[in-house]
């Protein structure tokens, strides 16, 4: 396919998933209100739990940030409610690139990438309650802590979008192994690199003084990661025993 098609294409998909997150955020312009709630728990119950709910709570500072916030709200929702759109329109471009047999595994990764990108959210969203306490229980005696609505939301819908995002790591990952960009033994040699940056992504995710919070979401990125490399290599090994290659050494080259 030519390089013009290939843009109109990756144009065609990036409209119609615009399309679909605009439609979800109509959807999250209704569910603002209980979103905020679920959204601003984490600083709720740190304030309760230190008994300082009138000292710490959410603060608009301008007549504008209400509208504002509900706006990033919703396109928020969007985003999650529409992720099996963008999700498929994503695989759909790559797909073209695939073999008839790897087009069939086109749906079901897109089944697995789904609950995977949730699910990281649901787990960074999990782990807010610890890293917000340890954040509000620095606000010294005394004092009052009027946290900017849009700052602490911002803050917080970033932190969920970043991990459902890095769940879908592992499929993107088998994505580059199925169009012979990436082999599975590049990455293992990666693997310790890899880990590195899973640990200090969550540590920097989850600034609290317990380790808890930062195993909770370093570890299943781990993984996925080594479930990617597992998948990939045995990609590679059916693809190379199908072209001929699996009694090759691995530093033998092959006749092309």
Not at 234 to 244: F, I, P, S, T, V
Request: charged share 15%; glycine share 6%; hydrophobic share 55%.
């Amino acid at each position: 396919m030519p390089l013009g098609s290939h843009l109109r294409e990756l144009r065609n998909r990036l409209v119609i998933a615009a399309v679909a997150v605009v439609l979800g955020a109509v959807a999250g312009w209704f569910l603002y209100n209980p979103a905020i709630e679920a959204l601003s728990a984490p600083l709720t119950e740190a304030a309760v739990a230190q008994n300082r709910e009138g000292d710490i709570e959410l603060n608009f500072n301008s007549v504008t940030s209400p509208f504002d916030l509900k706006v990033k709200v919703s396109v928020f929702l969007g985003i999650l409610v529409s992720s099996p759109i963008w999700l498929w329109q994503l695989w759909a471009f790559v797909t073209p690139g695939l073999t008839r047999k790897e087009k069939r595994y086109a749906g079901g990764f897109v089944v697995v990438a789904v609950p995977l990108f949730l699910g990281g959210a649901a787990l960074a969203y999990l782990a807010l309650p610890r890293a917000v306490a340890f954040l509000v229980d620095l606000t010294p005696d005394g004092t009052v802590n009027y946290v900017d609505a849009q700052v602490y939301l911002g803050f917080v819908m970033r932190i969920l979008l970043a991990f459902g995002i890095a769940f879908l790591l592992p499929v993107v990952l088998v994505a580059l192994n199925m169009v012979g960009l990436l082999a599975g033994r590049t990455m293992l040699k990666a693997w310790r690199w890899v880990v590195v940056v899973c640990f200090t992504f969550a540590a920097v995710a989850t600034p609290s003084p317990e380790v808890t919070a930062m195993f909770t979401l370093a570890l299943p990125m781990c993984a996925l990661f080594f479930l990617a490399i597992g998948i990939s290599m045995l990609l590679d090994r059916r693809r190379a025993k199908r072209e001929g290659y699996a009694d090759l050494a691995d530093d033998e080259v092959s006749p092309l």
